[in-house]
Nanobody, 121 residues
Framework: QLRIVESGGGLVQPGGSLRLSCAAPGFTLNYYAIGWFRQAPGKEREGVSCISSSDGSTNYADSVKGRFTISRDNAKNTVYLQMNSLKPEDTAVYYC??????????????WGQGTQVTVSS
Protein backbone atom coordinates (compact mmCIF):
# COMPACT_ATOMS: atom_id res chain seq x y z
CA GLN A 1 0.00 0.00 0.00
CA LEU A 2 1.11 3.51 -0.76
CA ARG A 3 2.95 4.93 2.26
CA ILE A 4 2.78 8.64 2.94
CA VAL A 5 5.38 10.78 4.73
CA GLU A 6 4.49 14.20 6.10
CA SER A 7 7.00 16.82 7.18
CA GLY A 8 7.37 20.51 7.91
CA GLY A 9 5.51 20.90 11.17
CA GLY A 10 6.80 22.82 14.16
CA LEU A 11 6.12 25.46 16.76
CA VAL A 12 5.07 28.86 15.46
CA GLN A 13 3.61 31.99 16.98
CA PRO A 14 0.09 33.12 16.15
CA GLY A 15 0.10 34.89 12.83
CA GLY A 16 3.09 32.91 11.62
CA SER A 17 3.47 30.56 8.68
CA LEU A 18 4.51 27.00 7.99
CA ARG A 19 4.72 24.88 4.87
CA LEU A 20 3.94 21.21 5.17
CA SER A 21 5.11 18.63 2.65
CA CYS A 22 3.60 15.31 1.64
CA ALA A 23 5.65 12.70 -0.18
CA ALA A 24 5.41 9.01 -1.00
CA PRO A 25 8.84 7.45 -1.49
CA GLY A 26 8.77 4.97 -4.31
CA PHE A 27 5.28 5.92 -5.50
CA THR A 28 3.96 8.54 -7.90
CA LEU A 29 1.54 10.89 -6.20
CA ASN A 30 0.67 12.56 -9.49
CA TYR A 31 -2.02 9.97 -10.20
CA TYR A 32 -3.96 10.67 -7.02
CA ALA A 33 -5.94 13.36 -5.36
CA ILE A 34 -4.20 14.34 -2.14
CA GLY A 35 -6.00 15.47 0.94
CA TRP A 36 -4.67 17.15 4.06
CA PHE A 37 -6.31 16.30 7.36
CA ARG A 38 -5.70 17.28 10.95
CA GLN A 39 -6.49 15.92 14.37
CA ALA A 40 -6.38 18.05 17.48
CA PRO A 41 -6.20 16.49 20.96
CA GLY A 42 -9.56 15.09 21.97
CA LYS A 43 -11.10 15.74 18.56
CA GLU A 44 -11.82 13.66 15.50
CA ARG A 45 -9.72 13.89 12.39
CA GLU A 46 -11.07 16.51 10.01
CA GLY A 47 -10.46 17.35 6.38
CA VAL A 48 -8.53 20.54 5.72
CA SER A 49 -7.93 20.66 1.99
CA CYS A 50 -7.73 18.54 -1.12
CA ILE A 51 -6.16 18.88 -4.56
CA SER A 52 -7.23 16.80 -7.52
CA SER A 53 -4.92 14.90 -9.83
CA SER A 54 -6.78 15.70 -13.04
CA ASP A 55 -7.03 19.47 -13.20
CA GLY A 56 -5.43 20.61 -9.95
CA SER A 57 -8.71 21.88 -8.57
CA THR A 58 -8.71 22.49 -4.85
CA ASN A 59 -11.08 22.74 -1.94
CA TYR A 60 -10.72 23.95 1.62
CA ALA A 61 -12.47 23.69 4.94
CA ASP A 62 -14.20 26.95 5.86
CA SER A 63 -11.94 27.32 8.87
CA VAL A 64 -8.80 27.63 6.71
CA LYS A 65 -10.09 29.34 3.57
CA GLY A 66 -8.02 32.38 2.69
CA ARG A 67 -5.17 31.28 4.97
CA PHE A 68 -4.06 27.89 3.67
CA THR A 69 -3.03 27.00 0.14
CA ILE A 70 -2.59 23.47 -1.20
CA SER A 71 -0.38 22.86 -4.21
CA ARG A 72 1.47 20.08 -5.91
CA ASP A 73 4.81 19.87 -7.66
CA ASN A 74 4.60 16.86 -9.93
CA ALA A 75 8.27 17.09 -10.84
CA LYS A 76 9.15 16.69 -7.16
CA ASN A 77 6.31 14.22 -6.51
CA THR A 78 5.30 16.35 -3.55
CA VAL A 79 2.16 18.07 -2.32
CA TYR A 80 2.41 21.13 -0.09
CA LEU A 81 0.16 22.90 2.36
CA GLN A 82 1.17 26.51 2.86
CA MET A 83 -0.32 27.74 6.10
CA ASN A 84 -0.39 31.48 6.78
CA SER A 85 -1.94 33.57 9.54
CA LEU A 86 -1.87 30.59 11.84
CA LYS A 87 -4.13 30.54 14.86
CA PRO A 88 -3.91 28.56 18.11
CA GLU A 89 -6.92 26.55 16.95
CA ASP A 90 -4.84 25.27 14.02
CA THR A 91 -2.77 23.29 16.51
CA ALA A 92 -3.03 19.61 15.55
CA VAL A 93 -1.24 16.69 14.00
CA TYR A 94 -1.50 17.10 10.24
CA TYR A 95 -1.75 14.14 7.91
CA CYS A 96 -1.99 13.74 4.17
CA UNK A 97 -3.60 10.91 2.31
CA UNK A 98 -4.05 9.78 -1.29
CA UNK A 99 -7.50 9.28 -2.76
CA UNK A 100 -8.95 8.38 -6.16
CA UNK A 101 -10.59 11.78 -6.19
CA UNK A 102 -11.28 14.54 -3.71
CA UNK A 103 -14.89 13.43 -3.58
CA UNK A 104 -14.19 9.77 -2.86
CA UNK A 105 -14.49 8.49 0.68
CA UNK A 106 -11.88 5.75 0.54
CA UNK A 107 -8.12 6.11 0.65
CA UNK A 108 -5.42 4.43 -1.38
CA UNK A 109 -2.69 5.17 1.15
CA UNK A 110 -2.14 4.16 4.72
CA TRP A 111 -2.00 6.88 7.35
CA GLY A 112 1.48 8.18 8.07
CA GLN A 113 2.89 9.46 11.35
CA GLY A 114 1.69 12.96 10.64
CA THR A 115 3.50 16.16 11.50
CA GLN A 116 2.79 18.20 14.60
CA VAL A 117 1.83 21.84 14.20
CA THR A 118 1.70 23.90 17.38
CA VAL A 119 0.60 27.53 17.30
CA SER A 120 1.40 29.23 20.54
CA SER A 121 2.99 32.37 21.91
Amino acid sequence: QLRIVESGGGLVQPGGSLRLSCAAPGFTLNYYAIGWFRQAPGKEREGVSCISSSDGSTNYADSVKGRFTISRDNAKNTVYLQMNSLKPEDTAVYYCAAKRSCGSTGFVSSWGQGTQVTVSS
